[in-house]
């Protein structure tokens, strides 16, 4: 599905991050393309209800602390992060609301208030577990970081059926002794799903070699993701396997530190984490499967690739790009 046209910038790093959090989709202009190429959308529920309930009395999955891997630039930034969005968002039966929640913040020596900030990802729910699956740099400076945090999460009334779902939170942290402190939280905020799909959404949504999480799978089915994204993962999932950390909701508006628009925010990108099994910030991830990914990205039509190296060459000037936000991962980028 076509977006209207919306102009980005056409500097480096137009991807990724700063100071606005992202805000709810909006609905797309009507496509361009003939009818044949669009169909009913699946029906999809909200990012923390992917999928249908388990049988009564189910119990909640087992889950592990995240924990910072190798080659992971200032790890403790992410592990407060995190920390705070598996306080929140996991609570053992009788253990809701926003009260129990805060108390989960105040111990991690947090601001409690954090825990009004957190919206989706404390439902109303008499239990409730969470995973995350990966934890992102949206960007690091010296004394501010966006770190984005991918979750899976499961709730469940008291005795009761089980629900799957998810979201991704942008948590902002700011440079404090003896550790970095949380500022503030922004949820992903995904658009209703829409009534028709184009071609390559639905394609993107069946291919089993794209993982998509919670927040980018609503995404995709809100139809605010532009066209040219959806065309270019088919066409990387042609050669590789690969997981999506995030494509539109969840990231921040600006690039970080800046008030340049992100390609995120108007559905023109996406970042990926892992790639044929092997994570991209692991220093032990062959560089060929990182790089070539990224050229592959820049053949598959991206203006702007991000990610932990600087590659030379490119069709356009500043094609590549590499800093320390992209180094736990690919980002992949598109003017229209």
């Not at 577990?129 to 934890?135: E, G, K, N, R, T």
């Not at 400076?141 to 991704?168: F, H, I, M, R």
Request: hydrophobic share 40%.
């Amino acid at each position: 599905m076509l977006l209207a046209a919306a102009t980005g910038s056409l500097i480096g790093l137009a991807g990724c991050s700063s100071g606005r959090s992202t805000a709810p989709a909006t609905t797309p202009a009507p496509s361009t393309s003939p009818p044949p190429s669009s169909s009913p959308s699946p029906s999809a529920p909200s990012v923390l209800s992917t999928s249908a309930p388990a049988a009564p009395g189910a119990a909640l999955p087992a889950t592990t602390p995240w924990l910072p891997g190798p080659g992971e630039i200032d790890p403790d930034v992410k592990l407060r992060a995190v920390q705070l969005v598996e306080a929140i968002g996991a609570w053992p039966a009788g253990g809701g609301g926003v009260p129990a929640a805060q108390s989960r913040v105040s111990a991690l020596g947090l601001d409690p208030g954090l825990a009004g900030q957190a919206g989706p990802l404390l439902p109303s729910a008499d239990r409730a577990a969470l995973q995350v699956i990966d934890a992102q740099y949206g960007g690091i400076l010296a004394d501010s970081a966006s770190v984005l945090v991918v979750c899976d999460q499961w709730t469940g009334a008291a005795n009761g059926p089980v629900t799957a779902g998810g979201t991704t939170v942008d948590v902002r942290l700011s440079s404090a002794q003896p550790r970095w402190t949380v500022t503030a939280l922004h949820p992903a905020e995904p658009g209703a799903p829409a009534t028709q799909l184009t071609t390559p959404a639905q394609q993107v949504l069946a291919e089993t070699r794209i993982q998509l999480p919670p927040a980018a799978h609503a995404d995709i089915i809100s139809g605010a993701v532009h066209d040219s994204v959806l065309q270019a993962m088919l066409t990387l999932a042609r050669t590789y396997s690969f997981s999506v950390s995030v494509v539109r909701s969840g990231h921040p508006l600006d690039v970080f530190g800046t008030t340049r628009p992100s390609d995120h925010p108007l559905g023109r990108a996406f970042d990926v984490w892992r790639i044929d099994g092997r994570t991209v910030v692991d220093p032990g991830t062959p560089t060929a499967l990182a790089d070539g990914f990224m050229r592959a990205a820049a053949a598959a039509g991206s203006y702007n690739v991000g990610g932990p190296r600087l590659l030379s060459g490119g069709t356009t000037a500043n094609q590549f790009f590499s800093d320390n936000t992209h180094h736990d991962h690919v980002h992949v980028g598109f003017l229209t």
